[in-house]
Nanobody, 121 residues
Framework: VQLQASGGGLVQAGGSLRLSCAAS????????MGWFRQTPGKEREFVAS????????YYADSVKGRFTISRDRAKTMVYLQMESLEPADTAVYYC???????????????WGQGTLVTVSS
């Protein structure tokens, strides 16, 4: 499995940004995809996940109502639309893939490289 994340950048507080993750290397039927983030000195934390088949979504409390995860099965892409960004959202964001929704959250089978999101106040 190969995952290629993109879309990070610098944005002002209150702004929006969309991250993309191109997935390849296998069919993702019954898999789940997710986004995580990490800041220096902290552990990588779960942000959101989506099931490939039904598109069922899950979110961390800290981003619920502001972030939206989605997937395009035809393009094998996963997106993270981020709204009302806050300086606390500044982090390196990683996409991930897992054989199940539980695995993608706790022990992903594959990681993409990170993309840096910086939110200025």
């Amino acid at each position: 499995v190969q995952l290629q994340a993109s879309g990070g950048g610098l944005v002002q507080a209150g702004g929006s940004l969309r991250l993309s993750c191109a997935a390849s290397g296998r069919t993702f039927t019954n898999w789940a995809m997710g986004w995580f983030r990490q800041t220096p000195g902290k552990e990588r934390e779960f942000v959101a996940s989506v099931t490939w088949n039904l598109g069922t979504t899950y979110y961390a409390d800290s981003v619920k109502g502001r972030f939206t995860i989605s997937r395009d099965r035809a393009k094998t892409m996963v997106y993270l639309q981020m709204e009302s960004l806050e300086p606390a959202d500044t982090a390196v964001y990683y996409c991930a893939a897992g054989r199940t929704v539980t695995l993608v959250r706790n022990s992903p089978n594959a990681w993409g490289q990170g993309t840096l999101v910086t939110v200025s106040s």
